[in-house]
């Protein structure tokens, strides 16, 4: 009988190699499973403050999304840092919505009419976020450092804003108060779209007129 020759010994370096691999890997698997986790969080937390308030407990939070209220902490150390991070998450959505094809080269009020009909419609399709967002912007825990980030993605609007003023299309008003203008006139067109879907379209084309209206120095 053939004797059977010694298993070979995997030389130290290879090992470690594939040792180092494996645990790549495993934190990699990891990484993927506590991002599902965050995301699980935010989106119940959506759906809880978009029916109870901000005010809702984290509790309400954890049961929805399925996990241990100490799980929640593991993420979002208090409840304002999960509340401003939702916030990044909701802007950055509608940044993707409001900016996506956004006709650079044409005139102000078609550049304007673009950003306002995006946001009509993704508040339309998105109403929870939407409703969660109003209550973020008037929520005084907002941070400093979260209001910059959010408004990141919008900085060609400002823009537009300023080069408009400067061509003296619209009226030399505060940039903020044209902002709330159009984000409540916006917003109204939203809740009447929701309430009478059959006129939505009306409702989006008649508010962006009443705004333009309001701002420009001609018609």
Request: glycine residues 6%; proline residues 5%; charged residues 25%.
């Given at each position: 009988?053939?004797?059977?020759?010694?298993?070979?010994?995997?030389?130290?370096?290879?090992?470690?190699k594939?040792?180092?691999?494996?645990?790549?890997?495993?934190?990699?698997?990891a990484?993927?499973?506590?991002?599902?986790?965050?995301?699980?969080i935010?989106?119940?937390?959506?759906e809880?403050?978009?029916?109870?308030?901000?005010?809702?407990?984290?509790a309400a939070?954890?049961?929805?999304?399925?996990?241990?209220?100490?799980?929640?902490?593991?993420?979002?150390?208090?409840?304002?840092?999960?509340v401003?991070?939702?916030?990044?998450?909701?802007?950055?959505?509608?940044?993707?919505?409001?900016?996506?094809?956004?006709?650079?080269?044409?005139?102000?009020?078609?550049?304007?009419?673009?950003?306002?009909?995006?946001?009509?419609?993704?508040?339309?399709?998105?109403?929870?976020?939407?409703k969660v967002?109003?209550?973020?912007?008037?929520?005084?825990?907002?941070?400093?450092?979260?209001k910059?980030?959010?408004?990141?993605?919008?900085?060609?609007?400002?823009?537009?804003?300023?080069?408009?003023?400067?061509?003296?299309?619209?009226?030399?008003?505060?940039?903020?108060?044209?902002?709330?203008t159009?984000s409540t006139?916006?917003?109204?067109?939203?809740?009447?779209?929701?309430?009478?879907?059959?006129?939505?379209?009306?409702?989006?084309?008649?508010?962006?007129?009443?705004?333009?209206a309001?701002?420009?120095?001609?018609?």
């Amino acid at each position: 009988m053939i004797p059977k020759p010694p298993p070979k010994l995997i030389n130290r370096g290879v090992r470690a190699k594939i040792l180092s691999e494996y645990s790549a890997k495993g934190r990699s698997m990891a990484r993927l499973k506590s991002e599902d986790k965050r995301n699980s969080i935010l989106s119940a937390a959506i759906e809880v403050f978009a029916e109870r308030g901000l005010a809702a407990p984290t509790a309400a939070i954890t049961a929805v999304a399925g996990v241990a209220e100490g799980t929640l902490f593991t993420y979002f150390r208090t409840k304002d840092k999960l509340v401003n991070a939702l916030y990044g998450e909701i802007k950055l959505e509608l940044a993707d919505a409001m900016m996506s094809g956004f006709p650079r080269k044409t005139s102000v009020r078609h550049r304007l009419q673009h950003v306002w009909n995006r946001y009509v419609e993704w508040g339309i399709a998105h109403e929870k976020q939407h409703k969660v967002l109003r209550q973020m912007m008037v929520w005084e825990g907002l941070t400093d450092e979260a209001k910059a980030a959010g408004s990141a993605p919008f900085v060609e609007i400002d823009t537009m804003a300023q080069d408009a003023i400067a061509q003296r299309l619209v009226k030399d008003l505060p940039r903020p108060f044209v902002a709330a203008t159009m984000s409540t006139l916006a917003d109204t067109a939203i809740d009447f779209a929701r309430q009478d879907p059959k006129r939505a379209g009306v409702y989006q084309v008649s508010g962006f007129e009443m705004f333009w209206a309001g701002i420009s120095r001609r018609t």
